[in-house]
């Protein structure tokens, strides 16, 4: 790993431990999503479709291959810190419990279908993943705003016009699947979600963002196991 991305990989942690998710509110996929460089190359990349990453690959002979894979390495979570980020700001304490949230989330979902190992070994897949943009939800407004008309139809002017309403949170990221032993991509994806305005609210600052990761971590683990086919709706 080069210095530049040292720096630029912050938070990184060990095993994080499953966080418990109260109700939260509806979370959707966002129109667009912008590649941070964590990934370095995105030239394979295509156009998600329906029920996939805005942005994906997924190599064309895993489908064949996939059953060779029993085990999986999950490297430690990180935070992407690229220009302009506005993750920068966000705490040390708020950092830490993101990337552990997202890091057990894998560990948990792809746990159901494979060994969780520290060391490559043969028919080990490696996940290499980064929060690439996380922002918290304006708890107070969120709960108000989800009660008052008026206000409730501000936000969805707003998301009319910019795809993601008010008061409500969001978060990007990536991640990079291979071969543990040969290092050949198998699938990556860049993907990006926002939360979606409902009469609930939320009840944490945070909801929008863990319910983010949970779904990435379930639909990842989903795709894998089952060879490259997509997860049914939800």
Known sequence: MTAYSKQNLVGIVGLGLMLSMPACTPIKQARNVEESGFLGDYSALREGQNG??????????????????????????????????????ISPDDRQMLVNHLHGSLVNELGKHYQIVRTPQPGTLRIRAAITEAEGSWVALDTVSSFVPQLLVMSKLKEIATGTGSFVGKASGEVEITDASTGERLAVAVDRMVGNKSVTGVTGKWDDVTRTFDDWSDRMAYRLANCGANRPEQ
């Open 52 to 89: 996939e990453a805005l942005k994906i690959y997924l190599n064309p002979n895993y489908p064949q291959i996939c059953n060779n894979y029993d085990k999986v390495l999950i490297e430690p979570v990180g935070i992407w810190v690229g220009k302009n980020s506005d993750m920068a700001t």
